[in-house]
């Protein structure tokens, strides 16, 4: 079992920076593939990023490359996701979810089996 806990989100400015952490618990944290998702009422849930548990292979969604970035600090059994430039487009609720041997299915959510209770962002124009 892993629990996952999401902080950092709120109120910004179109342009502005915000950093969200997922703080995990629970067993071999290392060995899961994280990631970030997000989700606007009403649509579908929508990958962001994605960190193999060998933290060495990152990936992004097209919407985001290039002003996001996701890492993790093992020995705080925490992932990050540094978000740049946000636009109002980046507004939703952002959740972390872990999974076991996920690869290069990152963007499915259906192969993560562990979810936090999700942050509030909302990019104001």
């Known amino acids: 079992q892993v629990q996952l806990a999401e902080s950092g989100g709120g109120l910004v400015q179109d342009g502005d920076s915000l950093r969200l952490s997922c703080a995990a618990s629970?067993?071999?944290?290392?060995?899961?593939?994280m990631a970030w998702f997000r989700q606007v009422p009403g649509k579908e849930r929508e990958f962001v990023a994605a960190?193999?548990?060998?933290?060495?292979?990152?990936l992004y969604a097209n919407s985001v490359k290039g002003r996001f970035s996701i890492f993790k600090d093992i020995g705080q059994n925490t992932i990050y996701l540094q978000m740049n430039s946000l636009k109002p487009d980046d507004t939703a609720i952002y959740y972390c979810?872990?999974?076991?041997?996920?690869?290069?299915?990152?963007?499915?959510?259906?192969?993560?089996?562990?979810w936090g209770q999700g942050t509030q962002v909302t990019v104001s124009s």
């Open positions: 960190i193999w548990q060998n933290k060495y292979n990152t």
């Open positions: 629970g067993r071999a944290f290392s060995t899961y593939d």
């Open positions: 979810a872990a999974g076991l041997d996920v690869g290069y299915d990152y963007a499915l959510d259906r192969r993560y089996s562990y």
